[in-house]
């Protein structure tokens, strides 16, 4: 059965090679790309492991990218700029919305509980899927191919606009010196809710205005989710 599945998969995936104008040689390590961990729950008996240490491959090669864009492109910033501006863009949200605008969701080997619970629109499972799918094409392409594709789905329309409207300054720094100049008192940061395993947990917090709920983000730690919570209020304060 799961060969006849793996045979559908590989005919499914030439959709999504056509999509991203890549035709992948190793069709079995494409698929093991999107393998979560909760399909072999259900399936002890899959040729594959879990995508996650295509995801470790994956982000170390899209941290590479992003300091040597950024390191070429933009180089009268200082260390602590790329810093942020790399935050600003590699982060659980933004890998999220570059996995959906290639439809990944529709490719993830899932367990029947996690396709309930919409697993195919899981913000970690997705931004994790995306990082996978990096670290195949680095492995079969190599570091050029990567970028390229990085750049194409990541960065196009978005690096260039954080930086040029100065989006990576930390978004927790503005919303403090916004609420301390206008009511004289600090937002407040809570965590909503924690998922995953302690070592790839998906924290997502909740920043108020005393009791006032202003916005939600998530992240992969407390930091990253505060910030994206932070930057999301901001958006919605007209800041």
Do not use: C, W
Request: no cysteine; net charge negative; aromatic share 12%.
């Amino acid at each position: 059965m799961n060969m006849v599945k793996s045979q559908n998969q590989i005919t499914e995936l030439s959709v999504l090679e056509d999509r991203i104008g890549i035709k992948f040689v190793d069709k079995d390590l494409l698929i093991h790309a999107f393998v979560h961990r909760s399909y072999l729950n259900e399936h002890k008996d899959f040729r594959f492991t879990s995508n996650e240490k295509l995801e470790f491959l994956g982000d170390s090669v899209l941290s590479l990218v992003t300091s040597v864009y950024l390191y070429t492109t933009y180089p009268d910033y200082q260390e602590g700029d790329y810093t942020d501006m790399k935050a600003s863009i590699v982060n659980t949200t933004s890998l999220y919305e570059a996995a959906k605008r290639i439809k990944l969701g529709d490719y993830i080997y899932l367990s029947k509980g996690e396709q309930d619970n919409n697993g195919r629109d899981s913000v970690s499972i997705l931004a994790d899927s995306f990082e996978a799918l990096i670290g195949v094409i680095y492995l079969q392409f190599g570091f050029d191919t990567s970028a390229d594709f990085i750049k194409k789905f990541l960065f196009d329309g978005t690096l260039d606009r954080i930086v040029e409207e100065k989006l990576y300054l930390p978004a927790k720094n503005i919303l403090q010196e916004h609420y301390q100049e206008k009511f004289k008192k600090l937002p407040l940061y809570e965590v909503i809710n924690e998922e995953g395993p302690e070592h790839d947990k998906v924290y997502e917090v909740g920043v108020y205005d005393e009791k006032n709920l202003l916005a939600r983000g998530q992240g992969k730690s407390k930091k990253q989710a505060e910030e994206s919570a932070a930057r999301k209020a901001l958006q919605e304060l007209g800041i």
